[in-house]
Structures are given as C-alpha cells and as structure tokens.
C-alpha cells in the first residue's frame, strides 16, 4: 500500500525557515518523480515544486522560486522541501504526491494527508 | 506560463442531474490533462488523467473529455457523495497548474 506521511509543520514567523519531509513506502520511491502541493485555508490547490526521480531536475511555481528548495534522499525513501523568507502568504497545508508513472508526464495518484505550516508573527 | 480557468466556480444541482464542469487552458496543452475530487476535509484524489481516462475505482458516470485547450468533467448522474470541490490540473510541462475549482452542491 502506498503511503505518504508528511512531517515538519509549525508556526513559524515571517521571514524565518522550516524543512518539511515526506516519507514514503509501498512503492519505489526513486522511480518516480515527487512533487509538493499547497492548499492555504478555505483556497484551492496550488502546485509548488516538482523534482524528477535522480533529484537532478527540480521545477518551482513563480511564488515560491528562489526561496523553497526540493530535494530528495532515495537511500531513505524521502522528499523535503526547504522554505526560508516564509511570508504570510505560504500559510497553507502542504502535500506530498507522486506521479503515477515512473517515466513521462504523468497526473498525481497518491498524495499525502498534509502538514500544516502557519506563517504568522 | 499557461494558466488554467475551471468554470463554473459553483453549481448546484438535484440528485441524478447531469453535471458539466469546463476547464480551459490559455495554450493548448494537447491531452494533458488530469481532473481531481475533493470532498470537505479530505485529501485530493485523481479521478481522469489524459483527458479521458477514467482512473481506477473511479464510478463510471464520471467522464472527461476534450483536447488543446478545451475540457470538460461530466457527472452522468449526480449522487450525495459527489459533493465536493474538483480540480482540473495540466501536467505536460512545470509549472502543473491547478484550476481554480468548481464547488458541487447538492439542491
């Protein structure tokens, strides 16, 4: 059974850092790409990074670029994201999901419960 | 970057209508495209990928539709628990834009 558990999230001030993680079993992890999604409260979706299976290529959404950093440890079957000048705006509940196929451009077919961040001072 | 516009952003319907959300795509991004359920507090869940394609588990009155630009989410027939808030999403190319989302209600 696939599984995704996200871990990391606080209340934390604006301007300050957080490292989310995502841990991962019941598939090979480093087969396939992994990505991080964002919903703040009462809001939809909103895409943040990808990275590709090797931890080589990583995509960021415009709002994030430069300040949220995506990586991957294959040896523990984990994603991260690291996240600094955190404004209030990046408030939201941050999702790990995986593509569903180990090669292409594929849609997300598990996705994780979620880990709360709160920017707030 | 291409964005993504869902419409409508609500709708409510009676119990066995038949619903249609549209999504539109501001460059066409041929079949690309991936439609997502959310019911109230729970966790998103891939419904059709490639447009078309109904994913696994998936009830077979939900349909997709449509290539480029233009797409469409039919419910055939509208049951309670399809109250929820569904995506469209593109994923040919980063950044994999979400739609906005279109809020079912049950009349």
């Known amino acids: 059974e696939v599984q995704l558990v996200e871990s990391g999230g606080v209340v934390v001030q604006p301007g300050g850092s957080l490292r989310l993680s995502c841990a991962a079993s019941?598939?090979?992890?480093?087969?396939?790409?992994m990505h991080w999604v964002r919903q703040a409260p009462g809001k939809g979706l909103e895409w943040v990074s990808l990275?590709?299976?090797?931890?080589?290529?990583?995509y960021y959404a415009d709002s994030v670029k430069g300040r949220f950093t995506i990586s991957r440890d294959n040896s523990k079957n984990s994603l991260y994201l690291q996240m600094n000048s955190l404004r209030t705006e990046d408030t939201a509940l941050y999702y790990c999901?995986?593509?569903?196929?180990?090669?292409?451009?594929?849609?997300?077919?598990?996705w994780g419960q979620g880990s709360l961040v709160t920017v707030s001072s | 970057d291409i964005q993504m516009t869902q419409s409508p952003s609500s709708l409510s319907a009676s119990v066995g209508d038949r619903v249609t959300i549209t999504c539109r795509a501001s460059q066409g991004i041929s079949n690309y495209l991936a439609w997502y359920q959310q019911k109230p507090g729970k966790v998103p869940k891939l419904l059709i990928y490639?447009?078309?394609t109904l994913q696994s588990g998936v009830p077979s009155r939900f349909s997709g539709s449509g290539s480029g630009t233009d797409f469409t989410l039919t419910i055939s027939s509208l049951q309670p628990e399809d109250v929820a808030t569904y995506y469209c999403?593109?994923?040919?190319?980063?950044?994999?834009?979400f739609g906005q989302g279109t809020k079912v209600e049950i009349k």
């Open positions: 019941g598939f090979t992890f480093d087969d396939y790409s």
């Open positions: 990275i590709s299976w090797d931890g080589v290529t990583p």
């Open positions: 999901a995986k593509d569903k196929h180990s090669s292409g451009w594929n849609p997300l077919d598990y």
């Open positions: 999403q593109k994923y040919n190319s980063a950044p994999r834009a």
């Open positions: 490639a447009a078309s």
